[in-house]
């Protein structure tokens, strides 16, 4: 595997407005939660999305992003099948979790909050999130680059999640509060 500069991109080179698509091979999705005395993790292995970006007016800018319910991956095929089932993600009745922008507020630096509203298993919630934007880069290959990353803390039960079972200490197998990252690289549309 080589390794390969990306060059920057100035503001000067580019319109005010771009849309990037979410590049999924070079993005990724993960949530960890607490399971028993530890955390358990997973990714998401399918997901799409758009950025509307406006570099010279960010507060202009937008996002909207899908992830795959079905496609959720804890390395436990038997975890797997139980979190696709109408006990947690119900991926035949809501197959799409999405999140999409209301409204963008520079924080300063390359930090911006990003308002918006998730949408899991037919619940709509507000949701805020600290956003650190990478910048623009040229690849390689002559296309443009921009790349994101947040983190945010869900509770399941909000969203419909409530299966659970009791331990014989008087906790619970599974942790209410799920962290979430999310890491995007995203390729500007021609």
């Known amino acids: 595997m080589s390794t390969t500069i990306a060059t920057p991109v100035t503001a000067e080179m580019g319109r005010s407005h771009e849309t990037y ?3 999924p091979d070079h993005s990724e999705v993960g949530f960890s939660v607490r399971h028993l005395l530890g955390r358990a993790r997973g990714r998401f292995a399918r997901f799409s999305g758009e950025v509307h970006l406006d570099r010279e007016h960010p507060e202009r800018s937008s996002v909207r992003f899908d992830v795959d319910a079905a496609s959720i991956d804890t390395r436990q095929p038997d975890r797997d099948t139980h979190l696709r089932s109408a006990e ?6 809501y197959p799409t979790v999405r999140f999409e922008s209301s409204g963008v507020r520079p924080l300063g630096g ?7 509203t998730l949408q899991l298993r037919g619940v709509r919630k507000p949701l805020t999130l600290d956003v650190e934007w990478f910048g623009v880069a040229r690849d390689p290959w002559g296309g443009e680059r921009s790349s ?4 945010a803390t869900l509770d399941r039960k909000e969203f419909g999640m409530v299966w659970n079972a009791a331990l014989d200490n008087g906790g619970v197998i599974l942790g209410d509060k799920v962290d979430l990252t999310i890491d995007l690289e995203a390729i500007r549309k021609a």
């Open 148 to 151: 994101f990353s947040t983190s």
């Open 21 to 23: 698509t979410i590049d």
């Open 110 to 116: 390359e930090r911006y909050e990003v308002s918006g």
């Open 88 to 93: 947690f993600f119900d991926v035949e009745k």
